[in-house]
């Protein structure tokens, strides 16, 4: 008598869990992710979730854990302004690449330790590199304002091939180039392939600010 082989479903595990709730938010937006959708990706029963994870907002501060956990704070050694050039784009490629987890991260609810940490020790770093306490203040705000806003703004100008040709109807309608002819350019320019996409405006303007921020350290007290 042929035996019967029996199916074994891979256990859960918090870190299961926590990975399978990733690729959901990933894929379909973090507004889509619920306990009852993640128990069915993993094949089980919502309740058995729970005894994992005791809620879906430990769920949203596990998988921010996890995107925050791909960047780096700047490192101790080294120049200052490389350590925080490194850290931030680290960073941003961090939110890059999980979008919805920009505004979470700045939200009190889910405030990390991984992003205190971060926020201490740019701090840090910019105080022992002989920023005054005011200079250091406007200077975190600097670099943390373009970090986390350019984020936001590439979150949202990011498209699929359909909504680029609908998008370039769209602006010729909208934004004739008799009318607004810099403005016709530059609304292309964002949907054209080019050289100007070699070029990484978030880097250009990091590098802006750290190059001001070298010229403002080297400003007497």
């Known amino acids: ?15 299961r869990i926590l990975r399978a709730a990733l690729e959901v938010a990933d894929t379909e937006g973090i507004e889509s992710l619920s306990m009852r959708k993640l128990a069915r990706k993993l094949g089980f029963e919502a309740m058995s979730l729970y005894n994992h994870v005791p809620s879906k907002d430990d769920v949203i501060d596990g998988i921010l854990d996890l995107v925050l956990a791909e960047s780096t704070p700047p490192v ?69 304002a373009h970090i986390f806003g350019f984020s936001m703004w590439g979150a949202s100008h ?8 609908d998008l370039i109807g769209m602006f010729e309608r ?9 403005l016709h350019e530059h609304a292309l320019q964002h949907l054209a ?29």
């Open 1 to 15: 008598m042929a035996s019967k082989a029996k199916t074994r479903r891979r256990p859960l595990s918090r870190e």
């Open 76 to 144: 101790p050694e080294g120049d200052w302004d490389s350590a925080i050039r490194a850290s931030a784009i680290s960073v941003y490629q961090a939110l890059k690449r999980h979008p919805w987890a920009c505004s979470l991260a700045m939200s009190p609810e889910h405030v990390r330790p991984a992003r205190l940490r971060y926020m201490d020790t740019l701090l840090g770093r910019l105080r022992d590199a002989g920023f005054s306490a005011d200079a250091t203040y406007h200077a975190y705000h600097v670099l943390d």
């Open 158 to 165: 990011t498209y699929t091939p359909a909504e680029v040709t």
């Open 174 to 182: 909208m934004i004739p180039a008799d009318v607004y002819p810099h």
């Open 193 to 221: 392939e080019g050289p100007h996409h070699d070029v990484s405006p978030f880097e250009l303007g990091l590098d802006l600010m750290l190059d001001g921020l070298r010229k403002l350290r080297a400003e007497p007290a």
